[in-house]
């Protein structure tokens, strides 16, 4: 089996402060801290296993600044074979077609069986790179998958539907599967693979050397236009409990508590 | 041209809440783009769910083959390909959903168009779409614009929006299938159920929702402390249960149960919507979060913005005391 496997280098927003630009153009990302997309890590992990188990090469492929050179051979060293990465300042990133094109333009020319994808990026939450990646590359999918079986020339793929339902649809070879969380449990990089990673090659391509040409994947080639960002005013329904500190807090959160009976 | 569609999204007989919510929305932008709501329909046997869809649509345009059983992605694709080029609507509707997002973006790379995801306000200006959606898991809102093209896609957000209340009767068109064949390259082979575990979450009355905060596995005995203290059953968010901290029952949101407990509390938890759609029915609701924006915060009755690791301990030694 010859997988390739695309992750994104995004920030962890989860407990960080959001700002803008002047112009709510742009966000001012310069204080995050970026790693794997989280669902990416787990599709890593799946493409590393199908290779333990079934032999072949996983070749890992972002769209990404250099920084994230770091990420990309985390996932070398947990068991990738070979990198691509695509830096290339013309790309309208907001577009998920876009992306989807470039990432088709990076492997169509090649040998592959597989495919995978996140099924989310948690930056942009569009959901849609994988599928519409399928549809440049013209061979099947499945999205949301958390199960995966590879038989013979085909896969057997288990989509996860809303609470909890799962599809199992089968695929014939080769395909892209977008990766739930939660299919696997994600190894850490062993430390003989870090060492070993660093001498995997690791491609840097731009459009250019892709032969894509720009106009396909900029902004003039995007039907979608960012208007404007905003910080979206979130109506805090709650009641804040205030006080000196933590304890204070939860001492009077208890009689609160205890007052409306819920304890 | 100018019509609304509203892919309907149904499943083993049933229709799902985001179509009612797709119609609402639908309903209230259709006179900007100057059509009408068009419920699209692809099934087999689905004559019933036609019948209560027009209630909610000026039409129901409906494809009723043994070939749409179960839904496929590809033939899907196909049909809806198909009926876009008949109909030319303005607008395709399609759930931000396990079903949506595995047919919309092939669907939009196909036909060329412009497609939006995970849209949560939308509204027309000189015929054209106009519409919002978010970064960063809520933190930041985003109005986006179209180029011009005879039809848009977008995928709606689930449990964002109110559902419509079924008030008219409209039209019920039953057309042939404009694509049968069976897909060549992907089956359908069957749906596995959820399992089932030992305690039903969605019965509960008092719940405590761990989330990522909690950071480890060695720290869910202060949490079961707290659950203690207020006889409650322990759930969690998605992160939580990827983790492992948690079995897969105890998941609370859309790819989890929707639980409805006098008392949600919820300790480490950001509220991401997937989450929230899953607690909607919740009394009371209770947060404690370091971070003071977080979304939870808008769906919480009473919150602390501060370290759980501070919190829980103190609390739990105040309600013990009683
Ligand atoms: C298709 C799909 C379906 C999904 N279905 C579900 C679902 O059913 N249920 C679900 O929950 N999610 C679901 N998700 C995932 C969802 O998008 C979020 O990723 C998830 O809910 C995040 O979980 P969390 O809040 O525990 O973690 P995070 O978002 O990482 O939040 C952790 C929170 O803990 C706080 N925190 C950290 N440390 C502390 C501390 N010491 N003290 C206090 N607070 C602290 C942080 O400020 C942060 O707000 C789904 C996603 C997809 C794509
Ligand atoms: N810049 C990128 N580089 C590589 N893969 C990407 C990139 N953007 C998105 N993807 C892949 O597409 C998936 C879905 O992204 P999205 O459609 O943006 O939510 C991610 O989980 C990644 O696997």
């Given at each position: 089996m010859k997988t390739f496997v695309c992750i994104k280098y995004v920030p962890?927003?989860?407990e960080a402060d959001v700002n803008l630009n002047e112009d709510g153009t742009?966000?001012?990302?310069?204080?995050f801290s970026f790693d794997i997309n989280e669902a990416d890590n787990y599709a890593v992990e799946e493409a590393v296993r199908i290779k333990e188990n079934h032999g072949g090469s996983v070749t890992v492929n972002s769209i990404g600044p250099q920084d994230s050179e770091v990420t990309i051979r985390m996932a070398l060293a947990k068991g990738g074979d070979n990198a691509i990465r695509v830096e290339d300042?013309?790309?309208?990133?907001?577009d998920p077609l876009s992306i989807a094109k470039v990432l088709a333009a990076s492997i169509k020319d090649q040998e592959y069986d597989l495919v995978m994808t996140g099924c989310?990026?948690?930056?942009?939450?569009?959901?849609?790179v994988g599928v519409a990646l399928a549809e440049e590359l013209g061979v099947p999918h499945a999205a949301m998958v958390k199960q995966v079986e590879v038989q013979d020339g085909k896969v057997k793929a288990h989509r996860e539907l809303e609470g909890g339902l799962m599809e199992v649809v089968e695929l014939s070879l080769p395909c892209v599967l977008t990766i739930q969380t939660g299919i696997n449990e994600p190894r850490y990089a062993p430390i003989k693979g870090i060492r070993q990673a660093k001498k995997k090659e690791l491609k840097v391509m731009s459009l250019d050397d892709l032969g894509l040409p720009a106009d396909q994947v900029d902004e003039s080639a995007s039907k979608i236009k960012l208007n404007q960002l905003y910080i979206p005013q979130?109506?805090?329904?709650a009641e804040f409990i205030e006080g000196e500190d933590a304890e204070e807090k939860a001492t009077k959160l208890a009689e609160v508590l205890k007052k409306g009976g819920l304890v | 041209m100018g019509d609304v569609f509203v892919v309907i999204e149904h499943r083993q007989g049933e229709i799902r809440d985001v179509n009612w919510e797709m119609l609402n929305l639908a309903s209230q932008v259709a006179s900007d783009f100057g059509g009408e709501v068009v419920s699209v329909l692809l099934g087999s046997g689905v004559d019933d769910i036609a019948d209560q869809l027009a209630g909610a649509s000026s039409k129901v345009l409906y494809v009723d083959d043994p070939v749409l059983e179960n839904f496929n992605a590809d033939i899907y694709q196909k049909n809806l390909s198909a009926l876009i080029d008949e109909h030319k609507p303005t607008i395709v509707m399609i759930g931000h959903t396990a079903q949506g997002v595995d047919v919309a973006p092939a669907l939009a790379v196909e036909k060329d168009l412009p497609y939006l995801t995970d849209v949560i306000e939308l509204r027309g200006e000189g015929g054209k779409p106009v519409a919002v959606r978010q970064y960063y898991q809520g933190k930041v809102n985003a109005e986006f614009s179209f180029a011009d093209a005879d039809t848009y896609i977008l995928t709606i957000r689930e449990a964002a929006l109110e559902p419509i209340e079924p008030a008219q009767k409209g039209s019920v068109e039953k057309v042939e299938a404009p694509a049968k064949e069976e897909a060549e390259h992907r089956k359908f082979v069957e749906y596995v159920e959820a399992e089932i575990g030992d305690v039903d979450i969605t019965q509960s009355e008092m719940l405590i929702g761990v989330g990522?905060?909690?950071?480890?596995?060695?720290?869910?005995p202060m949490i079961e402390e707290l659950a203690q203290v207020f006889e409650a059953d322990l759930c969690g968010s998605r992160a939580a249960v990827d983790a492992g901290?948690?079995?897969?029952?105890?998941q609370v949101g859309t790819s989890g149960k929707s639980v409805k407990p006098k008392l949600y509390f919820a300790v480490g938890?950001?509220?991401a919507f997937q989450h929230l759609a899953g607690i909607k029915g919740a009394k009371t609701v209770v947060a404690v979060n370091?971070?003071?924006?977080?979304?939870i915060f808008a769906e919480a009755d009473y919150g602390i913005v501060d370290d759980l690791f501070k919190v829980v301990p103190k609390l739990v030694e105040e309600l013990k005391e009683e």
């Open positions: 962890d927003t989860s742009g966000v001012d990302t310069s204080r300042s013309r790309i309208y990133e907001y989310v990026a948690n930056d942009d939450g569009n959901m849609s979130v109506e805090a329904k | 990522r905060g909690v950071r480890e596995d060695k720290n869910m901290w948690l079995p897969h029952d105890r938890i950001s509220g370091k971070d003071p924006n977080a979304p």
